[in-house]
């Protein structure tokens, strides 16, 4: 990657940066004032380097923000590396005017780590809460399954079966952001079971599952309906049904680690602990970069498992494959492949 190819993608990342801080204030509106000080700071960034080059660059915060919903990054005066992000990708999308995954998943490339980073936080202040790793996997499954309760029950959370649970949970969930209530509806996605939208053209899942595929949940008062921040219902949640899926499949119970957003053991066949982590993200070039750095933490190599209709397409393990650095000891495997009882012929990337 050249050090211009650098500077750009670091420019679309502050920029991802900002919408996400724009929507995290300004709950009602994506586009209300006054615009977080992150926003503003992109935007002068992109002005300053347009006058460098002389390329045209927004004039203002709200062309920014047209440009982020009608615009693909590909089509900006960029020069991102070939294949860094899928062609079709948007950062607020057009017809549902909220970030999109790819938005969320830029803005953790960030300095400071951004949602995914948030995330991270909120569980590792869980773990400390929890005490123990038992106490802290019940209470991290409880958050997968029940990223947005539609109808909140303060009996149902009394019962002796997830009244601890619950304690140490409750405040990581807030009321659902007023954005997503429209005429008195609160909906959820049965398929991924995160907040979605009802309009004119069809169904919005911030999951992004396919138009059509999906079905709602429909609450009429969306002041009982809870949901977690929106880094844990995309950082964790949205992974964790494919994690869900992968821990039944397992001939053993996996063991968690509490790192980040959670890695899990399970003994391979050579007997070995092996350490893998189940990722469900849009982009594959910027999910390569975040699984380096755990497999670094990990010092390690990590297994990165995806779900099947995600890895199925041939673009998106290039993609992965191409923008992981070269030392870096990470494999992706689909969740069939990771759990299927043969070996698999994938190949194993540098050790790992
Ligand atoms: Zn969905």
Request: hydrophobic residues 40%; aromatic residues 6%.
């Amino acid at each position: 990657m050249t050090k211009h190819e650098q500077t750009d993608i670091d420019l679309l990342v502050a920029v991802a940066c900002g919408v996400i801080e724009l929507t995290s204030i300004a709950r009602s509106s994506a586009f209300q004032l006054p615009y977080p000080p992150s926003l503003q700071l992109a935007l002068d960034r992109m002005v300053l380097a347009g006058l460098i080059q002389s390329l045209p660059m927004p004039a203002g915060v709200p062309e920014l923000l047209r440009w982020c919903r009608e615009r693909r990054p590909t089509e900006w005066p960029l020069a991102l590396p070939s294949g860094f992000l899928t062609s079709n990708a948007r950062l607020i999308h057009p017809a549902a005017g909220e970030p999109t995954r790819t938005c969320a998943e830029l803005a953790s490339l960030g300095p400071h780590g951004g949602l995914e980073q948030k995330a991270e936080t909120l569980l590792s202040e869980l773990a400390a809460a929890c005490g123990t790793a038992e106490r802290f996997a019940a209470c991290r499954d409880f958050l997968i399954r029940r990223a947005v309760i539609l109808r909140f029950d303060p009996v149902e959370m009394l019962q002796p079966a997830v009244a601890l649970t619950w304690r140490l949970v409750k405040q990581l969930y807030g009321s659902v952001p007023d954005c997503f209530s429209a005429d008195g509806l609160v909906h959820r996605c049965t398929d991924c079971g995160l907040l979605a939208k009802s309009m004119a053209d069809g169904l919005w899942c911030e999951g992004g599952c396919p138009q059509g595929d999906g079905k709602l949940e429909t609450s009429h008062q969306p002041r009982q309906a809870l949901a977690l921040p929106l880094a844990l219902r995309l950082f964790l949640a949205l992974p964790g049904r494919t994690e869900l899926t992968v821990r039944k499949r397992l001939a053993e119970q996996p063991r968690l680690l509490p790192l980040g957003l959670g890695v899990h053991y399970v003994t391979d066949r050579d007997r070995t602990l092996r350490a893998f982590q189940v990722h469900d993200r849009e982009q594959p070039a910027p999910a390569a970069l975040q699984t380096a750095k755990i497999a670094a933490q990990l010092g390690e190599p990590l297994d990165v498992v995806v779900p099947d209709d995600l890895a199925v397409h041939p673009w998106y393990r290039q993609g992965f494959d191409r923008a992981l650095p070269v030392d870096a000891r990470v494999r992706l495997l689909s969740a069939s492949e990771f759990t299927a009882p043969q070996p698999t012929n994938r190949m194993r990337r540098n050790n790992a």
